[in-house]
């Protein structure tokens, strides 16, 4: 007995100084706020998941929440070996642990569903909750991550305008997206596989298969191709994490790289068009970054991803150059973006931004903004007192279609395709940006970070469907009000939200946030305004 109790005292002991973190996790965001004044640096430039999301904290620097437990690794056994060749240095000798958790989430929405990038969760209106934990295992370059998700939805009735695919609680317009309005109605309970994947790493080359959900490019809020608004899918991926690029022989440093191809399986929701038969969608993506070795906080980075139906040939959609539309044939739906990124860590201050477009251009000199969506953001911290640092941010998404659609052919936006009808959705939910897939979106937030707490304040106003009646202006006239009395369908949300986050006894971190959303809806003739309060409550203990 007097042995197990001396291992396990050694076990919570031996911790090493990194820490691995789910996708915007309170964790995740204090430490990316770190990176801002160059405490620890971003582990990943443009491709992250939890099992990338490895964050080296310099023991050196301090940092304004230094004396809590933000989670640890352990180390379970440590091989006097480390290696002493090239081959045997690319992985670590010997068994760490990870614990996640455990966490708790509770919300609840008083009118409306409201709240995204909560996995498969569905926050509905009424009661919602989720409860997370697992671990992560590595040993000689092998990880395996078991994270799974079970979610609650009440799901109460609330007014929305009747599908369009013969399902009343499929999407009200278009004719390419499989977006839920709402999941039945009755409450329903969900089990999802969450973080859990399979991996082998050697040096910085990476394979693995699993359901980990992919954040791509720098957005804060909408990321254009890649979040954890939706369900997770199974997918398998190979590439490189972030690397140096060294010029052999002349041992030269020119900059660091990160690339990743990934393929997946998307499923289409029980709400979509009863169609059981063609209900699987190929995913393909391709990412990569590169920092420049004279200027390592400018980063650029492209994305590309391709739909098509399951059982289709994957292997020429990884070719990141191809770039057909198959019309005639089983269907296809291309999207790519480039992005770049630019911090200054002597004042604190990051720019970022990222352009996307849907297909490609006819003529990409001449048509320019064909297709064309686009985000900006910056980041500031400040230093106010020794026990107060905050930050301040600001994010900008039009996501709206371009003008020049308006005199060619409807068109519903970058995430909808009539030839892959579910959209850039799994299971009923956007894989992406998931405030304005088809408007726009402007968030202001401040954030103060003490040292047993943080406490934040933000105005967010999005628009999701303002593509509607610029689609329905193709080939129609606006005179006498007709488009707007006809087609007048639109929602504006105003949230102002504030968010505390106590930490007790170093370990137990507790969030409440409360938001007031104002949604001002126009629903052909009739003008309806609401009111949608959320109460959320999120309980989670590191170990």
């Known amino acids: 007995m007097k042995k197990i109790l001396l291992f396990i005292t050694f076990l919570f002991y031996v911790s090493i100084l990194f820490s691995q973190e789910a996708l915007k996790s309170t964790e995740e965001e204090y430490y990316d706020f770190l990176a801002l004044d160059g405490i620890t640096e971003r582990p990943t430039l443009g491709y992250r998941t939890l099992s990338d999301s490895v964050w080296n904290i310099n023991p050196e620097k301090s940092h304004i929440w230094e004396n809590n437990n933000l989670g640890n690794t352990f180390i379970l056994w440590n091989s006097e070996n480390q290696g002493t060749n090239w081959f045997s240095k690319g992985f670590f000798h010997g068994i760490k642990l990870k614990v996640f958790g455990p966490e708790w989430f509770n919300s609840y929405n008083t009118e409306v569903p409201y709240g995204q990038y909560d996995g498969a969760l569905w926050q509905g209106k009424g009661y919602n909750t989720s409860f997370s934990t697992g671990i992560h295992l590595e040993s000689y370059g092998f990880e395996l991550t078991f994270k799974p998700q079970f979610s609650f939805s009440q799901n109460l009735a609330y007014d929305f305008l009747p599908g369009v695919f013969g399902n009343e609680n499929s999407y009200f317009w278009g004719y390419g997206i499989d977006l839920v309005q709402r999941f039945g109605n009755k409450s329903f309970t969900n089990f999802d596989l969450g973080d859990t994947e399979i991996r082998y790493t050697f040096h910085t080359f990476t394979v693995g298969f699993g359901f980990q959900s992919p954040w791509l490019g720098p957005s804060y809020i909408n990321p254009m191709l890649g979040s954890n608004n939706a369900p997770t899918y199974p997918k398998f991926d190979i590439g490189f994490r972030k690397t140096k690029l060294v010029i052999p022989g002349l041992n030269w440093y020119i900059g660091d790289f990160e690339a990743r191809i990934w393929i997946g399986q998307l499923t289409e929701s029980d709400f979509f068009d009863g169609n059981d038969t063609i209900d699987k969608t190929l995913l393909n993506g391709f990412n990569i970054s590169f920092s420049p070795s004279f200027w390592k906080d400018f980063t650029i980075g492209a994305t590309k991803v391709c739909l098509t139906k399951w059982g289709n040939n994957f292997w020429k959609y990884i070719n990141p150059f191809y770039d057909d539309n198959d019309i005639n044939g089983i269907g296809e739906d291309q999207k790519a973006s480039i992005y770049a990124t630019v911090l ?56 709206e279609m371009s003008q020049d659609f308006q005199l060619q052919w409807n068109y519903m936006g970058y995430y909808g395709h009539h030839q892959v009808k579910e959209g850039y959705t799994q299971k009923g939910q956007m894989l992406a940006g998931a405030y304005s897939y088809f408007g726009d979106s402007q968030l202001l937030k401040f954030q103060l970070f003490f040292p047993k707490s943080s406490h934040s304040i933000f105005v967010h106003r999005f628009c999701p469907d303002m593509n509607y009646i610029y689609n329905m202006a193709v080939n129609n006239s606006a005179s006498g009000g007709a488009l707007e009395n006809l087609y007048g369908i639109y929602q504006t949300y105003i949230t102002i939200g504030i968010t505390n986050t106590i930490i007790l006894q170093k370990s137990l971190l507790l969030q409440f946030e409360y938001d007031f959303v104002f949604i001002d809806h126009n629903l052909f003739e009739e003008r309806k305004n609401k009111f949608n309060n959320k109460f959320s409550i999120n309980i989670k203990y590191n170990i």
């Open 344 to 399: 200054f860590h002597s004042v604190g201050f990051e720019i970022y931004g990222e352009i996307g477009i849907d297909d490609y251009a006819v003529d990409p000199i001449s048509a320019m903004k064909h297709t064309m969506i686009y985000t900006v953001g910056a980041k500031k911290s400040f230093n106010i007192s020794e026990k107060c640092k905050a930050l301040l941010l600001f994010e900008w998404n039009d996501f």
